[in-house]
């Protein structure tokens, strides 16, 4: 299995939601699904930024099709850990905490520089 790559959005980590669906054993669509219903929640509180948790974006497909997806930021990492438990939520939550920690090392050393 391939090890999930960050992306880097306006200068912010971020994690493709195609991704995540694979390290959390989802169906993408369903979880683009779960996703749309989070932010439309939050944007029904008017202190609440959605973007600052899901971006929207678009990819590519094998067919020529421009698709959507979402680029989720470690905060939006972290609110669709908390909708998860068990083993899956555990094993998200370590593999999304470490990819975020390690490009904040990655970028602390190259800014001591």
């Known amino acids: 299995m391939n090890e999930p790559q960050l992306l880097t959005f306006q200068g912010e980590p971020a994690l493709d939601s195609r991704e995540i669906a694979k390290m959390i054993g989802k169906r993408h669509r369903d979880l683009m699904r779960d996703i749309r219903r989070y932010i439309s929640d939050m944007d ?11 971006i929207e974006s678009n990819y590519e497909s094998s067919q020529g099709k421009l698709l959507p997806c979402y680029l ?15 083993k899956k939520g555990t094993l998200f939550t370590a593999q999304y905490v470490s990819l975020f920690n390690e490009y904040q090392e990655e970028h602390k050393a190259i800014e001591a520089h």
């Open 44 to 54: 029904e509180g008017a202190k609440l930024r959605s973007p600052k948790f899901f």
């Open 72 to 86: 989720l930021t470690k905060m939006g990492c972290e609110f669709v850990a908390n909708k998860m438990t068990g």
